[in-house]
T-cell receptor, first 114, second 113 residues
Framework: NAGVTQTPKFQVLKTGQSMTLQCAQD?????MYWYRQDPGMGLRLIYY???????DKGEVPNGYNVSRLNKREFSLRLESAAPSQTSVYFC?????????????FGEGSRLTVL | AQSVTQLDSQVPVFEEAPVELRCNYSSSVSVYLFWYVQYPNQGLQLLLK??????LVESINGFEAEFNKSQTSFHLRKPSVHISDTAEYFCAAFSGGYNKLIFGAGTRLAVHP
């Protein structure tokens, strides 16, 4: 049972470089999310996709773009990485926009921007 | 300002002692409330949730949380902790719709022998 799979798990970038974090889920979930986790700040929502073909900004969208490629995949792109984007990124999915609140998380992608 | 506030960043406790992790929420979020747990180097997992009904909710591993509307709190408790409970715990609530789950800053629970 793969659940939510994120790649890569680790990445080091130089300031100004670009990269894409990939996320795929095999649970047939409608909704997908990207969060970043920073010490003392918990998880902050970057972007989410309530359903295939839609994306919306979360709390901290600046400097990021997303693509909901199909129902399974939701990618996060950093066009010009900055040191402030050093963080652990988590992708998550949920069944639908209902108040069940159960998100299924990937294992995280640790990004360092030098 | 965060709409979900966890009052303690770290809670050290000895094994078999009781523990309480505190969470307060603001009126700007829903009253659907959640606790998630993150073990080292893993993603988050749902621990328990309050959607409606009984204000006391329980998890399968002995944790419980009580929804208190008058105090806008949803504190997490366990009467006797184990070493294996060492993890970071996050309180969460919906904000602005059921697709936006927001989290508190987290409480790191460290259980010592």
């Amino acid at each position: 049972n793969a659940g939510v799979t994120q790649t890569p798990k680790f990445q080091v970038l130089k300031t100004g470089q670009s990269m894409t974090l990939q996320c795929a889920q095999d649970m047939n979930h409608n909704s997908m999310y990207w969060y970043r986790q920073d010490p003392g700040m918990g998880l902050r929502l970057i972007y989410y996709s309530a359903s295939e073909g839609t994306t919306d900004k979360g709390e901290v969208p600046n400097g990021y773009n997303v693509s909901r490629l199909n129902k399974r995949e939701f990618s996060l792109r950093l066009e010009s990485a900055a040191p402030s984007q050093t963080s652990v990124y988590f992708c998550a999915s949920s069944a639908a926009g209902t108040p069940t609140g159960e998100l299924f998380f990937g294992e995280g992608s640790r990004l360092t921007v030098l | 300002a965060q709409s979900v506030t966890q009052l303690d960043s770290q809670v050290p406790v000895f094994e078999e002692a009781p523990v309480e992790l505190r969470c307060n929420y603001s009126s700007s979020v829903s009253v659907y409330l959640f606790w998630y747990v993150q073990y080292p180097n893993q993603g988050l997992q749902l621990l328990l949730k309050y959607l409606s009904g009984s204000t006391l909710v329980e998890s399968i591993n002995g944790f419980e949380a009580e929804f208190n509307k008058s105090q806008t709190s949803f504190h997490l408790r366990k009467p006797s902790v184990h070493i294996s409970d060492t993890a970071e715990y996050f309180c969460a609530a919906f904000s602005g719709g059921y697709n936006k789950l927001i989290f508190g800053a987290g409480t790191r629970l460290a259980v010592h022998p």
